[in-house]
């Protein structure tokens, strides 16, 4: 590895050296080829706006089959610590362990290091094909509670022991009635996790200039989980942001200049508002599960999951991985010919978290217009007229020689 020194996080902030070294996971399935992209995007961005005054030191580390392969450990310590020392990394998508063993891996890793924030902007690129007939409307981003709610994965099995203590617990204690026969799961929504969440959201808002903050949540049913999770996102904004923010019942949807709406929507009606009128939401704000939903079908808007970059963040402590959205598609490993816009865009979020905002910007400018020339992988290409259909390091290729038009 070349010499290259540690990300800071001093007073809040990070402290982003010239040379910062970045950990890195290239994934499983197509993780090697939509990486391989990625980093040829990534790097050419920073080459042509600082030359040799700038650099990324990346540091290579494992998860998923191949850290399975080396090590006999889905998950190594190593990478935990690798990501926690150097404060950010990038990742592609990781194959979970059929059978047994760890749930989820991207679960595993949010909830090793607490990145309690799931941040994913969902934007359209002019040329995209699209279901929607308008989904230059969609200009949204979601912040998704990361560790609890039912991804918190307390779950007892059917017919278990602790199924059966459990269910006959809760039948003495409350009078619930619950079929012998149910598996059982917790989903726990706390005030200080739904506190950290709302406030990450607005802050974003507030630094990027953003109208509105919806908690999208099923309150209705779910009294004192998604209903709190509500009340509590309300509270917060009172509390701590008392001058820049204001509830929709406090101005009846009519906020004054300079102030960010606060408001909220049942999550079924959020899916269907953000078909028909997708202009009217900005920031959302919500729990895990609904998060996950949430992210797709927006990114369905926009042109799939091919499309939405991701990351984990604990903004307290400085930590975040970005990361494609999408899985591992393992019939196309090593063809080089899927999309990795994902991950790309996963990787401009990434240097506008270090504060290199330029190259950010100049990465997204290139796919613009790499979208607009009808130049595509396969998964756009037979839903787009006129369309030229390239390899998965062509379009990259491609995006670098836009980034030198556009620079």
Request: hydrophobic share 40%.
């Amino acid at each position: 590895m070349e010499q290259g020194e540690k990300i800071e996080f001093r007073d809040g902030a990070l402290v982003v050296p010239d040379f910062p070294i970045i950990p890195f996971i290239k994934g499983d399935g197509i993780g090697p080829d939509i990486w391989k992209a990625t980093r040829l995007v990534v790097e050419r961005a920073v080459s042509l706006l600082w030359g040799e005054r700038r650099k990324i030191v990346w540091k290579e580390v494992h998860a998923g089959q191949r850290a399975f392969e080396l090590t006999g450990q889905w998950l190594p310590p190593e990478t935990v610590e690798a990501f926690e020392t150097f404060r950010v990394g990038i990742k592609g998508p990781l194959t979970t362990p059929v059978g047994g063993g760890i749930r989820s891996l991207n679960v595993a890793l949010r909830q090793a290091l607490d990145l309690y924030a799931c941040v994913r902007p969902v934007r359209y690129f002019r040329g995209v094909p699209s279901p929607v007939r308008y989904p230059e409307r969609v200009d949204m981003v979601v912040f998704r509670e990361n560790t609890e709610d039912v991804y918190a994965g307390m779950e007892l099995k059917e017919g278990s022991p602790e199924a059966r203590s459990l269910i006959s617990f809760l039948q003495k204690e409350f009078g619930w009635e619950i079929p012998r026969d149910s598996g059982l799961g917790i989903k726990p929504i706390s005030r200080s996790r739904t506190v950290r969440l709302v406030k990450a959201a607005i802050d974003y808002a507030l630094s990027r200039g953003r109208r509105s903050i919806t908690l999208v949540h099923k309150g209705n049913i779910q009294k004192f989980t998604e209903g709190a999770f509500v009340r509590w996102g309300y509270e917060v904004a009172k509390e701590y942001y008392p001058e820049e923010t204001v509830s929709w019942a406090e101005c009846d949807g009519w906020p004054p200049s300079g102030k960010i709406l606060v408001k909220d929507t049942i999550a079924d009606i959020f899916f269907q508002q953000a078909l028909t009128r997708p202009e009217e939401f900005d920031i959302i704000a919500t729990m895990n599960l609904n998060g996950d939903y949430i992210s797709d079908a927006l990114a369905a808007q926009v042109g799939g999951v091919g499309m939405a970059p991701g990351a984990n963040i604990n903004y307290s402590r400085g930590v975040a991985i970005f990361e494609a959205t999408h899985g591992t598609a393992p019939k196309y490993a090593g063809m080089d010919k899927v999309n990795p816009t994902s991950l790309i865009l996963s990787g401009a979020m990434m240097l506008e978290h270090m504060g290199w905002n330029e190259a950010a910007q100049l990465i997204e400018k290139a796919l613009e217009e790499t979208f607009a020339q009808r130049i595509v992988t396969y998964d756009l290409a037979r839903l787009m007229d006129g369309a030229t259909e390239v390899r998965c390091s062509e379009f990259a290729q491609k995006v670098c020689a836009n980034m030198e038009g556009v620079f």
